[in-house]
């Protein structure tokens, strides 16, 4: 009797283990609406929209560069094999070569999630796919005549396109990014109303002009119709799928794209931080508030008419304001800039400090990201 009790004392510890683990897994470990957006821009300048492409030989799902990661093999060179007179009408089916609508949304799934929640790809029917993404991955399902508003990272589908939800602009018009003839680009609709010189996209034409000059060039059309606001269907997200430690489903296009492109973002542990502090990027180190990281990595801070003393257990670290000198533990190490003031607020080199604590420090260059852990 006694051995039976163990036996489902230990059981009922392993399950809950198992239960905390899936949990820790669903909460800490989705996806980000960030990296969504990073995902969605790969493909601009390197990818052609081709009818069929990111589909099956049989036309009846995901097709092979739908379920792998990264840029397909064909797809930057078929794109610099066109000029400015590519007419996707000659390419029908050539599905290795590009992606439609539907092969890119489903491709950026991929990248996001590769088999997790589907072991045959994501790349549905338009007319299809918001629907079914509700279903996949446990999104919000709204009909296109129920849809109020259109935040970040939800997929849009109607009977013949899909894209994604970059953001909204007060005027009512919404920047996106989708596969569209005759490139995978960055575009702008009309306002509600009907005007074409929306912010939509005015925005969209100036990012696609700086950030992606050569496929700008080319083809530089980045407007689209109101028919992109009214005749879509809408999946939301579930933030157990797909996280928001940015905050971006709560702001405009305008803030959004200049996040994505101008700021430098710090993820402590997979959390945004300094978010809303100015954070500096000098001589190719990050300078971020002095107050913020301590109290992120549960510092000691003892501020004295410039001298700064960060404490934790054993581990001390000496800085002045206007100062390129650093003692760690005391052993000096000369800093790539000097320690300054801006405000009132001591900026501090973050990757010294978190290296100094005992933490790992990466830089995504892509994502403009400092990567804490």
């Not at 990296?35 to 390197?46: D, F, Q, S, V």
């Not at 492409?53 to 093999?73: F, H, S, V």
Request: with cysteine.
């Amino acid at each position: 009797m006694i051995n039976i009790m163990i036996f489902k004392n230990k059981l009922f510890i392993v399950l809950l283990v198992v239960f905390l683990i899936s949990t820790l897994t669903v909460n800490v470990f989705a996806a980000t609406v960030a990296e969504l957006m990073y995902t969605a821009t790969e493909p601009i300048g390197k990818c052609l929209y081709v009818y069929g492409g990111g589909w099956n030989e049989p036309d009846t799902g995901a097709g092979k560069e739908a379920m792998q990661l990264g840029l397909g093999q064909n797809w930057q060179n078929f794109y610099n094999s066109k000029n400015s007179k590519y007419d996707y009408n000659t390419t029908r089916y050539q599905i290795h070569d590009g992606l439609d609508c539907t092969g890119y949304v489903g491709w950026c799934m991929y990248q996001l999630f590769q088999d997790k929640y589907s072991k045959e790809g994501y790349v549905y029917l338009a007319k299809e796919m918001a629907q079914k993404y509700s279903t996949v991955f446990n999104g919000k399902f709204t009909a296109k005549a129920n849809v109020k508003k259109r935040q970040c990272g939800d997929i849009m589908s109607s009977n013949g396109h899909a894209y994604i939800v970059v953001g909204e602009c007060p005027d009512g018009s919404v920047v996106l990014f989708h596969a569209s003839p005759p490139a995978v680009s960055l575009c702008g609709t009309a306002t509600p109303g009907g005007n074409k010189q929306s912010e939509a996209v005015r925005l969209a034409n100036f990012y696609m002009n700086i950030f992606f000059n050569e496929c700008y060039t080319k083809y530089p059309n980045c407007s689209r119709g109101t028919d992109y606001l009214t005749s879509y269907n809408q999946m939301s997200w579930d933030s157990s799928v797909l996280n928001d430690p940015d905050g971006y489903r709560q702001m405009n296009a305008e803030d959004i794209l200049r996040d994505m492109f101008y700021k430098t973002k710090i993820y402590l542990n997979g959390e945004r931080i300094a978010k809303d502090k100015n954070v500096y990027n000098v001589n190719s180190t990050t300078f971020v508030p002095v107050r913020v990281i301590c109290e992120k990595l549960g510092l000691r801070v003892d501020w004295n008419n410039g001298k700064i003393k960060l404490i934790k257990d054993n581990t001390t670290v000496d800085l002045q304001v206007e100062s390129d000198v650093a003692v760690v533990n005391g052993v000096a190490t000369k800093l790539n800039y000097n320690v300054f003031l801006v405000d009132n607020t001591s900026y501090v080199p973050l990757r010294l400090i978190s290296e100094a604590f005992g933490l790992s420090v990466a830089w995504d260059d892509f994502t403009k990201s400092v990567i804490i852990n």
